[in-house]
């Protein structure tokens, strides 16, 4: 049975190494400052419908302070912006031969990862989860406490690809091994697209922007003949597997850009999804205004540490020059 390597124990992170935790599994933490230490000094406390467990995880905040072996299978699961500076670390820490799965927002991770690595996976992630507080992460899903369906990156399936999906598959989650993995990981990017909308309107009431953020993102990936499943496929999917419960004690806030903001950590994921976006869109001839503003926007919010909600969207189309 190989060991999980959980690199970055935020909300996503934590919460999968708990439950695989939980299940018997080998788990090693990767964290940072206080949520680092808050974990050795007294444990992961994991908080979910269905109650709170306190485990006391192995946790280490650099990938060299790992007996690294030839089973281990890394979770990447940081945010977007730390990929790159985190996959030199363990490629330095563990060589070039250690399975990589990606089990992140955004579509450039894999790639980035593919440049170090030779097995690199690909795991879509639908998974309600906040971590705001060190050594706490919550769960807000229940009985299924979320989805990761995987395959090899670009595509195609492996026998570790499926070991993988059958432990998420008996550690509380859905996971499905997918060989065309790709469509479904461009899909959830039509989903993370409204993040920064979330993120940055009180209330994330912005509808208009909402809507032409992702259609803007729709005609980007046509433009560029990226394939990726349709709504009521990967909707449909969502609406069986997620059913988002209270928390005893925990009132729910937003999603991971919401968090990036309500945390002050200085750094929000945007680049990685309204940029790639915009990116697609410049490549390929497509207009793509409000997704680069939103990048802008939410990127200059996390560097000045404002909190969430800081602006309406009357200001935002003003600053596109409509209003």
Wanted: charged share 25%; with cysteine; hydrophobic share 45%.
């Amino acid at each position: 049975m190989s060991r999980f390597i959980v690199y970055g124990a935020g909300a996503i992170g934590g919460a999968i190494g708990s439950r695989l935790f939980e299940h018997g599994h080998d788990v090693v933490l990767i964290a940072r400052g206080a949520h680092r230490e808050a974990i050795a000094r007294a444990g992961l406390r994991f908080e979910s419908p269905d109650g709170v467990l306190v485990q006391p995880i192995e946790v280490v905040e650099r990938p060299e302070e790992i007996a690294w072996r030839d089973d281990d299978v890394v979770l990447l699961t940081v945010k977007g912006q730390d990929t790159v500076a985190a996959l030199e670390r363990l490629e330095a820490a563990a060589g070039p031969d250690v399975a990589v799965a990606c089990v992140q927002n955004g579509v450039e991770n894999e790639r980035a990862a593919l440049r170090r690595f030779a097995r690199v996976y690909s795991v879509v992630v639908q998974l309600p989860a906040t971590h705001l507080e060190a050594g706490v992460v919550v769960a807000h899903s229940s009985p299924v406490t979320g989805a990761l369906d995987i395959g090899c990156y670009p595509d195609g399936l492996d026998d570790r690809a499926r070991q993988i999906a059958a432990v998420f598959a008996g550690s509380g989650f859905a996971s499905q091994p997918r060989a065309d993995i790709s469509r479904w990981k461009y899909a959830k990017l039509l989903r993370n697209v409204p993040n920064a909308v979330e993120a940055l309107f009180e209330g994330g009431d912005a509808d208009e922007v909402r809507r032409r953020a992702v259609a803007e993102a729709v005609a980007a990936l046509d433009a560029a003949g990226i394939a990726y499943v349709g709504d009521a496929e990967y909707d449909e999917r969502h609406r069986r597997l997620i059913t988002t419960k209270p928390v005893a004690g925990r009132a729910r806030g937003g999603g991971s850009s919401w968090q990036s903001l309500a945390r002050a950590s200085g750094v929000i994921e945007t680049d990685q999804l309204n940029g790639e976006v915009v990116l697609l869109g410049r490549l390929h001839g497509v207009p793509t205004p409000v997704n680069e503003l939103l990048r802008r926007l939410a990127g200059a919010d996390a560097r000045a540490g404002i909190p969430p909600g800081g602006h309406n969207e009357a200001e935002f189309l003003a600053m596109l020059g409509e209003r």
